[in-house]
């Protein structure tokens, strides 16, 4: 292969993909449709909820892939993984599907794992780790994005505010949830390199087992209402009162009268 080819093909591999044009067109565009009350709000709300959701896992795997990339997998790239495209992920099923039946079901960000990262290409625990958090990262950063306007009043019209509440209050819910360190979420990645190897190896049989947990704690009344109050106080400190998110998810899902 000739230089240039080398330099065409890794262009491409970059290339950010139509797919997430396409979602940032209807998050934006639905986004329009509230603050101008155009159309039927509660269908509005859930177009803006949902590619807003998609929008940031595809930027949640970038975020893995990017720093898996600088950190020495080089392989990134020629998987797709850098052109924010949905389909070019690992399971679109667990990453995408299942987290919005999640949220339909019971407004729970579910964080969803994607991207494969050969991590024997990847030395040092330092970085290991860092791959790992940069996902959750890019949730705390979107709920900000979302939260702050609203906490600030820069936002009028009660579609958009309630949407971008309930939004914001999916991202600290991804946040939160993949920030715990259970197998299987980005929270025991950032801790696992730290682990000796014994505790590794011990902890590695229930790694299967660990979101399957998370998911059967939280289908408990008392634990989910514990959660939900971390989420809304959260969301309080961005000045923005939990009930916004509810009257969100309310409108979010159209269906229910």
């Not at 514990?226 to 509810?246: E, H, I, K, S, W």
Request: charged share 10%; glycine share 10%; aromatic share 14%.
């Amino acid at each position: 292969m000739t230089f240039a080819a080398m330099q065409r093909s890794r262009s491409e591999d970059r290339r950010i993909s139509p797919v997430f044009w396409v979602l940032l067109a209807v998050l934006g565009t639905s986004a329009w449709a509230l603050q101008a009350d155009y159309g039927n709000m509660r269908f509005g709300v859930f177009l803006f909820v949902v590619s807003g959701w998609m929008v940031s896992l595809c930027l949640h795997e970038y975020a893995h892939a990017r720093t898996a990339l600088h950190g020495g997998d080089i392989t990134v790239g020629a998987k797709g993984y850098l052109t924010l495209n949905p389909l070019k992920y690992a399971n679109v099923l667990f990453s995408f599907v299942l987290p919005l039946v999640f949220i339909i079901l019971n407004g729970i960000g579910l964080p969803g794992g994607a991207v494969w990262i050969e991590r024997s290409r990847i030395h040092g625990r330092l970085k290991h780790s860092l791959v790992s958090a940069a996902g959750p990262l890019v949730n705390v950063a979107c709920a900000a994005v979302l939260l702050i306007p609203v906490g600030a009043g820069w936002v009028e019209g009660l579609g958009l505010v309630s949407a971008m509440s309930f939004l914001g209050m999916l991202q600290i819910s991804a946040a939160l949830l993949n920030f715990l360190p259970v197998p299987g979420l980005d929270g025991y990645g950032i801790v696992e390199p730290w682990l000796s190897y014994r505790t590794r190896r011990a902890i590695e049989s229930f790694a299967p087992y660990g979101m399957l947990a998370v998911f059967v704690l939280l289908w408990q009344p008392q634990v989910n209402q514990v959660f939900f109050d971390a989420v809304r106080g959260t969301m309080d400190l961005f000045g923005v009162p939990g009930y916004l998110g509810d009257l969100g998810y309310h409108l979010f899902r159209f269906w229910v009268q």
